[in-house]
């Protein structure tokens, strides 16, 4: 089969198409045939083997998992014979944890769901690591409430238009943090406010939240907590900021150190696809309560190009591989 190879680190043309075996199902696997991948900042993070921190996890010199990708969308192909729960030719999607962008993939049965009706195959791809990550962290992290005024700093990225979205259908009242050019799609995906950063500093213009969903790390713990009501909190979400040694783990230490002390900073949360998040995300999708946000779609061939855009910072929304 057709995968994207990943044999060292380093940047984006690390990454080679190349012929590799195709995968084996085992008992509580499915088999996928991959239609769209879908790829995030943590990708990246993969691809360039930074931070340095993380290699103990992954390989030292290369990576242990060849085939970089998480989020898939496409057909089931197979399954073992302990994976009940589909057929051949369900369209699903789900988190493979390594390896969709390639045309097939296995994954456990508890990562993967049908596919929402009112979603293509490329829209479904993209939901299940980001979508979750924002749903956990605001339903269950943050237990958002009917009322309650939530800021999404990073409003226009992978995370943060999930979460847009998913603090509206929690009747949230929004506010969304972005640059100039993202202000209107921002808007447009549900946003009761938006503040262009490049006009507005949220943490100093006197208005105050109740939940603080930082998916951007450009202001201190401390400036963000100054932002929140008496009784807010603050959850952090950021994977890409820090130095090549430590990354983002310096400021998730503080975070997590903190909250042992500060009652408004919220400990980093840990959100790993679960089928359970996935059926969930899908009746709100199906509700038409959240839908995708795509910027740039790109051939398997190109996922270089793709991870490389990625690591610039500023993909709107989502970046989709069609395999």
């Known amino acids: 089969m057709k995968a994207i190879v990943q044999d060292g ?36 993070l993969l691809v360039t083997g930074r931070p340095l921190l993380f290699r103990p996890g992954f390989g030292f010199s290369k990576p242990r998992k060849r085939v970089p990708g998480f989020d898939f969308a496409g057909t089931v192909e197979a399954t073992g014979r302990d994976a009940k729960g589909f057929h051949p030719g369900d369209e699903v999607f789900g988190d493979a944890a390594h390896g969709s962008c390639a045309e097939y993939v296995v994954v456990s049965e508890d ?78 995906i549900g946003a009761d406010h938006v503040i262009d950063y490049t006009r507005n500093d949220f943490t100093k ?27 807010g909190i603050l959850l952090t979400n950021n994977g890409t900021s820090g130095n090549r040694w430590i990354g983002p783990l310096g400021r998730m230490a503080a975070a997590a150190v903190l909250s042992l002390f500060v009652r408004k900073q919220r400990p980093p ?19 038409g309560k959240v839908t995708p946000v795509i910027d740039r779609t790109y051939p398997l061939s190109e996922t270089g190009d793709a991870m490389g855009y990625i690591g610039e910072g500023h993909a709107r929304g989502k970046v989709a591989i069609t395999v």
């Open 205 to 231: 213009n006197g208005e105050r939240y109740d939940v603080i969903l930082d998916n951007v790390a450009n202001h201190s713990l401390a400036d963000c907590r100054r932002a929140l009501t008496p009784d």
């Open 111 to 188: 990562k993967v769901e049908v596919k929402p009706a009112n979603l293509t195959l490329e829209q479904a791809a993209v939901v299940p690591v980001s979508g979750t990550t924002a749903l956990r962290g605001l339903r269950d992290a943050g237990k958002v409430r009917a009322g309650q005024h939530v800021l999404i700093n990073g409003a226009s990225g992978g995370v943060g238009t999930f979460a847009v979205q998913i603090a509206k259908a929690l009747d949230a009242e929004v506010t969304g943090v972005c640059s100039t050019k993202n202000v209107e799609m921002v808007r447009s």
């Open 9 to 44: 680190y380093g940047s984006q043309e690390v990454l080679k198409l190349q012929d590799i075996e195709k995968p084996v199902v085992e008992d509580d696997e499915v088999l996928v045939r991959v239609r769209t991948a879908a790829i995030h900042a943590g990708d990246w």
């Open 269 to 287: 949360f840990y959100a790993p696809v679960r089928k359970r998040d996935l059926v969930d995300l899908k009746k709100l999708i199906e509700a």
